[in-house]
């Protein structure tokens, strides 16, 4: 029961209280860079969300075995190793099975290689002490917060373009004005407690 | 010493590991593509300069081959490179020759200016100041847009302040056409060598004021030009190059020396002496034939 407790509590920090994008602020460049369409949006979202999850599942091996060897200290080139093997191989599988949602995220999609929500969510497995279940679990949902966050942006963005605002806030400077205000109201959830 | 070794091992298998199942893994996802695509890409000029339109060499290859882009999308290619990208596509290769820019303005400092204008050194921004430092408002500006913008190190500014393009460095790429504020850059068949440096629209007084060597529309060129191929049109002359054999008698007679390469004065005399003499011998012959013909009629 109490694990089921923990795992609860690790699945609302993770998508709302301490949402990558709006309260950790890792990932903002895909985060700003694919959130112009809805549709690339969610493609973006899911794919990074299975790189997050699988990445947690891995590299929490590497991890255990890297500290069996006595080299701990070698945690984040291994896992930067891992992360781009995984988006090389999640590349190869999209360009086969999805190719339209493969040239819909272009660039994004290797780029996720260097996101730091990746990076972040391993590190942090392993700074939270997290068991096996517990990482996967942090894995996939703060995928699945890194999701929520980049849809509801991206829905916000396709609705920017009826809004009436400065010439000057055209293109970026809107979006992270509308970022900030969207990691403000997230703000509130950090009040958020089910244990 | 060894926990380096042991690193080293330990990462080293890491990533062959990681290596042997992407290898794997490629081989099972494989997609394959065109190999037609490689080729064109490999006779593509490969400078990512965007010339074409599409994003990269490697988006113009996709266009050439989805059929959405003519096989000389390429102008810095070339028309040995078209060729060879037409036959990967199993066309005839397209004709035409190479065509270079031109930059239709010679003013420099022959041109009058309104103003120093000590801003950005940039045309775009120049011509926002009260349209411009120049008196012309068709005239080069002379901050060099295009200069920035040519991969190919072929513009540069000319020694009277014009842009000015070097004909052998050029590739027609259009990115110099696309910067110039003023759209003085044209594509000029690379083999002609008579160009109109002028492109102010204005007629008579008031081209002749804001330059030293605009074009005023008087038309001189059109009368002497036995091949008919330079116009007046909107106020400027326009040399048709399919018509143009390059002899420069519209340079000798032009005014205003906006006709490219200018005559110089010695030329012009000696062009005038030659006409006169011609008219003095036609009209001479005319005589001689009025006075034939009231001979026989007597």
Known sequence: MEQITNLLAITLAAILANNFIFSQFLGCCPFLGVSKK????????????????????????????????????????????????????????????????????????????????????????????????????????????????????????????????????????IALVTAGLMALAFMGFSGLKVW | MTNVIYAIVV???????????????????????????????????????????????????????????????????????????????????????RQVAYVRCNGGTNAKKRFDYVGVKDCISATKVAAGPLECAFGCLGFGSCVSACQFGAMSIGANGAAVVDPDKCTNCGACMAACPRKLIVSVPASKKVHVACANRDKGKAAMSVCNSSCIGCGLCEKECKKDAIHVENGVAVIDYDKCVGCKLCTKVCPRDAIQPAATAEEKEKYKAIKKAQAEKAAAAKAAAAQAETAEKA
Do not use: W
Not at chain 1, 48 to 63: D, H, K, P, Q, W
Not at chain 2, 64 to 85: D, F, K, Q, Y
């Open chain 1, 38 to 173: 809805v549709d690339t949006a969610v493609g973006m979202g899911i794919a990074v969300t299975f790189v997050m999850g699988l990445a947690s599942a891995v590299c929490y091996a590497v991890n255990l075995l890297l500290i069996n060897l006595g080299l701990g200290y070698m945690q984040t080139v291994a896992f930067i190793l891992v992360i781009a093997a995984l988006v090389q191989f999640i590349e190869m599988f999209l360009q086969k099975s999805m190719p339209a949602l493969y040239t819909a995220l272009g660039v994004y999609l290797p780029l996720i290689t260097t996101n730091c929500a990746v990076l972040g969510v391993v590190l942090l497995n392993v700074q939270n002490n997290y068991n096996f279940i517990e990482s996967v679990v942090y894995g996939i949902t703060g995928g699945l917060g890194f999701l929520l966050a980049i849809v509801l942006f991206a829905s916000i963005r396709e609705r920017l373009a009826f809004a009436d605002y400065p010439k000057a806030f055209d293109g970026f400077p």
């Open chain 2, 11 to 97: 990462l080293g298998v890491l990533g062959a590991v990681f290596g042997l199942v992407l290898a794997i893994a490629s081989k099972i996802f494989e997609v394959k593509k065109d190999p037609r695509e490689e080729e064109i890409l490999s006779h593509l000029a490969g400078a990512n300069c965007g010339g074409c339109g599409f994003p990269g060499c490697a988006g113009c290859a996709a266009a050439i081959l989805a059929g959405t882009a003519p096989v000389n999308a390429c102008a810095p290619a070339g028309a040995e490179n078209a060729a060879a990208i037409a036959a990967i596509m199993g066309q005839e290769a397209p004709s035409g020759e």
